[in-house]
């Protein structure tokens, strides 16, 4: 795919367990784009803060640490990794301390311009003809101008049920809490529960992950019609 002048962006936010990167990924791999997980950023950033014995809610020891926090993401479907320095953290930042550490660092506002800025200038830098990129304000902050706007979402009970067959260490019962209060929190300083104007919602509560697919696809290349 030869250089081009911007990339086109599909954003897609949605509470935690809407199935937001599984799905934004199968649809970047078939459309040819490159995909973004944002939400990779904060949790790497956590896993690193941590990683220092820093409290993830000292908001000024945290920014200071912004200085080291030397990142990077692969944005190629199927070449996905997390790094920091030179540390692979692809699997850490998933560990339920990073996920209890996360939300904390989302609260931080000079965070979140820090890594809204890195994830424009990561996009900017694709080579593919667009870009999906997913998160919590992505449609409303970070890329309100992208040509399709999702929020993808399912009901508190499909996203509890799919989330805990992915996690057997933990019981269901922790798993659902973990999942209710990260999103409690987050809402604090994102709206990803409701759309915003312009922002199509795909419900997947009664959909499969394919059915999930096509609905978002279907949603592009309506969006795509209307543009051309
Ligand atoms: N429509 C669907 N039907 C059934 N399972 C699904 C569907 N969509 C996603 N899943 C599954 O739900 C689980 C959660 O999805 P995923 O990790 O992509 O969510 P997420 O929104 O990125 O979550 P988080 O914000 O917590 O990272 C995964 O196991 C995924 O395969
Ligand atoms: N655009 C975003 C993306 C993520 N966050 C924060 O990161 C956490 C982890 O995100 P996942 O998508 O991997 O679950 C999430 O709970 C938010 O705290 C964000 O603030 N904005």
């Known amino acids: 795919m030869g250089r081009h002048s911007r990339p086109h962006l599909v954003a ?5 367990g809407s199935g937001k ?6 649809v970047a791999r078939r459309l040819g784009f490159d995909y973004l997980d944002t939400g990779a950023a904060y949790r790497a950033l956590a896993w690193y803060v941590l990683s220092k014995k820093i409290d993830p809610a000292d908001a000024p020891t945290v920014i200071a640490a912004l ?3 030397d990142y990077s993401i692969g944005i190629e479907p199927d070449r996905y990794y997390v790094q920091v320095g030179d540390t692979v953290v692809t699997d850490l930042i998933r560990e339920p301390e990073v996920s209890a550490a996360v939300s904390a660092v989302a ?5 979140r311009s820090y890594l809204t ?3 424009r200038t990561i996009a900017a830098g694709s080579p593919r003809t667009g870009v999906v990129i ?3 304000d992505i449609t409303t902050v970070v890329a309100p101008e992208a040509e399709v706007r999702i929020l993808l979402t399912a009901s508190e009970e499909a996203r509890m049920v799919r989330r805990s067959a992915e996690i057997s260490t933990q019981s269901a019962e922790t798993v659902a809490e973990q999942l209710r209060s990260r999103d409690r ?3 604090q300083v994102v709206e990803f529960m409701s759309a915003a104007d312009g922002v199509i919602t795909v419900d997947s509560t009664h959909l499969d992950f394919d059915q999930t697919i096509d609905a978002v696809i279907d949603v592009i290349n309506t969006r795509r019609e209307e543009l051309a």
């Open 134 to 136: 997913e998160g919590r």
């Open 185 to 187: 929190a987050d809402s």
């Open 67 to 69: 200085g080291g926090f």
């Open 12 to 16: 897609i936010d949605g509470p935690a």
């Open 107 to 111: 609260h931080i506002p000079e965070v």
């Open 21 to 26: 990167s599984s799905v934004s990924r199968a």
């Open 117 to 119: 800025k890195l994830f």
